[in-house]
């Protein structure tokens, strides 16, 4: 039973591959111990769920939209802007996406580029403009006369498929 008292130890260090294969030591060596193995086999697949590679990085247009916004929340504008352009290359009439994208080029001070997004996010969907005029996470743009422009503009296209998700800025917190 040391075996077993030495997998409990590994798993309190968090050493879960070490418990691991401790635990199936337990297991192969005490065949006849059949409440002892109810335990180990508990103890067994926490350590295999904790060893379990998890996926990294978002696989659908959901996750990559909200691992966006948490990049953006966390002023990491170059992974906001990657997640974003793969949402964009996926889905390129994705407002959310674009209008994100605005957002983060905002906030390194790269007007074009997020002048650009704002606009085409606005002729996908118009209530991107009432949404731009009082976004704090733009204000870097606001002396720029394209985006003025942008925000007295008709729409220019039908609103879009995509409903309106919640996006938090980073002055929301």
Do not use: W
């Not at 966390?74 to 974003?84: K, N």
Request: with cysteine; aromatic share 6%; hydrophobic share 35%.
């Amino acid at each position: 039973m040391a075996i077993y008292e030495r997998g409990l130890e590994a798993l309190q260090r968090h050493d879960y591959e070490g418990a691991g294969n401790l635990f199936d030591s337990v297991l192969r060596q005490y065949p006849e111990e059949k409440e002892l193995h109810e335990r180990v086999r508990l103890y067994l697949n926490i350590c295999q769920r904790q060893v379990k590679p998890r996926e990294s990085s978002p696989q659908t247009v959901d996750e990559r939209l909200y691992a966006a916004t948490l990049a953006i929340n966390g002023g990491q504008y170059d992974q906001a802007i990657a997640h974003l352009r793969l949402v964009r290359d996926e889905d390129p009439d994705n407002d959310h996406a674009l209008y994100m994208l605005a957002v983060a080029h905002a906030q390194r001070d790269e007007h074009a580029e997020a002048v650009a997004h704002l606009e085409r996010a606005i002729a996908l969907n118009h209530e991107n403009r009432a949404l731009a005029r009082n976004d704090p996470d733009l204000e870097p743009l606001r002396d720029d006369e394209s985006f003025r422009a942008a925000l007295e503009a008709p729409p220019l296209a039908p609103r879009s498929p995509h409903p309106r998700r919640p996006f938090k800025s980073r002055t929301a917190r």
